[in-house]
């Protein structure tokens, strides 16, 4: 089984996804499984029906037996979401969540519309793709062994998380600066998941988006930190409530984009990482000049490390990919050293 992060396997599911070929992806909770591949479908035209045969029994996924009008037989009637694919007119993507939770009996049942994309004569429209994702039995997450038969009618694939991939990521959907800021500096904790025993937590994607929206809640300190252990756990909130507290001290944004020449340059690592956050996330059309300015008096102290990782997260504003100043950083001495790095 390859390994493949989340823009790779964006690519694979926008090829198998017209062409009906169906495909499992494997990895740990919270990484993004379920979103990347609602993600695709969307981009590709296609609505998202989304199952959990965790819950189903055998019947949901093979059929309820009946017998025919004319006694003659046993039917296999469709119910559920099976019988919702089977209805579709418009291109649909059957989304088999948590397909290892469910037991041994459900998987031989679906065997017949994943392989014969057919239910007991009944066919699956051909504007139906099936796509599966499951965590790994080897996590200890509570998932059975997925039979043979069925796991050979997949492409089977691992997402991992990374980096950068979540960097970009967290830019489009709005994270908050100061989780974006700490987890450029501390990389490690993006995804530190392991299996607990008890009703502890520990870092994940999912689980930093869940930190973004705590911090907009407006809570107390105490609150606060308590929520925050709560979803990435105690290690990972204290470090994070050290590096907010950090980027409470620094200068606003907006004295750097009404001063750029001279407002203050950091010198700290933590303190680099949460004002680039802040101004990656607050810059604007009108404000991107400055941003520049800001970054080449940067790149000048010596943090061209810095100055490069603003630029890609910078590219990740969709709202700001028309503007004009992407021809200002190219033909700038900080631009051309960034993209020198790029072709190394």
Same mark, same amino acid.
């Given at each position: 089984?390859?390994?493949?992060?989340?823009?790779?396997?964006? @690519?694979?599911?926008?090829?198998?996804?017209? &062409?009906?070929?169906?495909? *499992?992806?494997?990895?740990?909770?919270?990484?993004?499984?379920?979103?990347? %591949?609602?993600?695709?479908?969307?981009?590709?035209? +296609?609505?998202?029906?989304?199952?959990?045969?965790?819950?189903?029994?055998?019947?949901?996924?093979?059929?309820?037996?009946?017998?025919?009008?004319?006694?003659?037989?046993? #039917?296999?009637?469709?119910?559920?979401?099976?019988?919702?694919?089977?209805?579709?007119?418009?291109?649909?993507? *059957?989304?088999?969540?948590?397909?290892?939770?469910?037991?041994?009996?459900?998987?031989?049942?679906?065997?017949?519309? $994943? *392989?014969?994309? @057919?239910?007991?004569?009944?066919?699956?429209?051909?504007?139906?793709?099936?796509?599966?994702?499951? #965590? @790994?039995?080897?996590?200890?997450?509570?998932?059975?062994? /997925?039979?043979?038969?069925?796991?050979?009618?997949? /492409?089977? %694939?691992?997402?991992?998380?990374?980096?950068?991939?979540?960097?970009?990521?967290?830019?489009?959907?709005?994270?908050?600066?100061?989780?974006?800021?700490?987890?450029?500096?501390?990389?490690?904790?993006?995804?530190?998941?392991?299996?607990?025993?008890?009703?502890?937590?520990?870092?994940?994607?999912?689980?930093? @988006?869940?930190?973004?929206? %705590? *911090?907009?809640?407006?809570?107390?300190?105490?609150?606060?930190?308590?929520?925050?252990?709560?979803?990435?756990?105690?290690?990972?909130?204290?470090?994070?409530?050290?590096?907010?507290?950090?980027?409470?001290?620094? $200068?606003?944004?907006?004295?750097?984009?009404?001063?750029?020449?001279?407002?203050?340059?950091?010198?700290?690592?933590?303190?680099?990482?949460?004002?680039?956050? &802040?101004? $990656?996330?607050? /810059?604007?059309?009108?404000?991107?000049?400055?941003?520049?300015? +800001?970054?080449?008096?940067?790149?000048?102290?010596?943090?061209?490390? +810095?100055?490069?990782? &603003? /630029?890609?997260?910078?590219?990740?504003?969709?709202?700001?990919?028309?503007?004009?100043?992407?021809?200002?950083?190219?033909?700038?001495?900080?631009?051309?050293?960034?993209?020198?790095? #790029?072709?190394?």
């Amino acid at each position: 089984m390859q390994t493949l992060k989340p823009t790779q396997l964006a @690519e694979l599911l926008a090829a198998c996804i017209p &062409a009906k070929q169906p495909v *499992l992806v494997v990895g740990d909770p919270g990484i993004g499984k379920t979103q990347i %591949v609602s993600q695709a479908a969307a981009k590709a035209g +296609y609505d998202a029906l989304l199952a959990h045969p965790s819950t189903w029994d055998p019947v949901d996924a093979g059929g309820f037996p009946a017998v025919a009008l004319d006694r003659t037989r046993i #039917n296999k009637v469709p119910v559920g979401r099976i019988a919702d694919a089977l209805a579709c007119t418009q291109p649909t993507v *059957l989304f088999l969540d948590d397909l290892a939770h469910a037991p041994a009996a459900v998987h031989a049942s679906l065997m017949q519309l $994943v *392989l014969a994309r @057919e239910l007991d004569g009944q066919r699956l429209p051909e504007c139906v793709t099936i796509v599966a994702a499951s #965590n @790994e039995r080897t996590k200890h997450t509570g998932t059975h062994s /997925v039979i043979e038969p069925l796991k050979s009618r997949f /492409v089977v %694939v691992k997402l991992a998380p990374d980096h950068a991939d979540w960097m970009r990521i967290a830019m489009q959907r709005g994270v908050a600066p100061e989780i974006v800021g700490f987890l450029a500096f501390k990389p490690g904790l993006l995804h530190a998941w392991e299996p607990r025993a008890d009703m502890s937590v520990t870092p994940s994607p999912r689980a930093w @988006e869940c930190a973004s929206r %705590v *911090l907009a809640m407006g809570l107390s300190k105490a609150t606060q930190h308590a929520a925050l252990c709560g979803v990435v756990g105690e290690g990972a909130a204290g470090e994070l409530a050290a590096f907010v507290k950090i980027a409470s001290t620094l $200068v606003p944004p907006s004295v750097v984009f009404a001063a750029p020449k001279t407002a203050p340059l950091p010198t700290e690592p933590s303190a680099v990482w949460a004002l680039i956050g &802040a101004l $990656v996330h607050t /810059v604007a059309e009108n404000t991107a000049s400055a941003f520049l300015t +800001y970054l080449e008096r940067m790149h000048g102290a010596g943090l061209a490390e +810095y100055v490069a990782f &603003a /630029v890609k997260l910078f590219a990740a504003r969709e709202d700001m990919a028309q503007s004009g100043i992407w021809g200002q950083i190219a033909t700038s001495k900080m631009g051309k050293f960034i993209l020198g790095i #790029n072709r190394i």
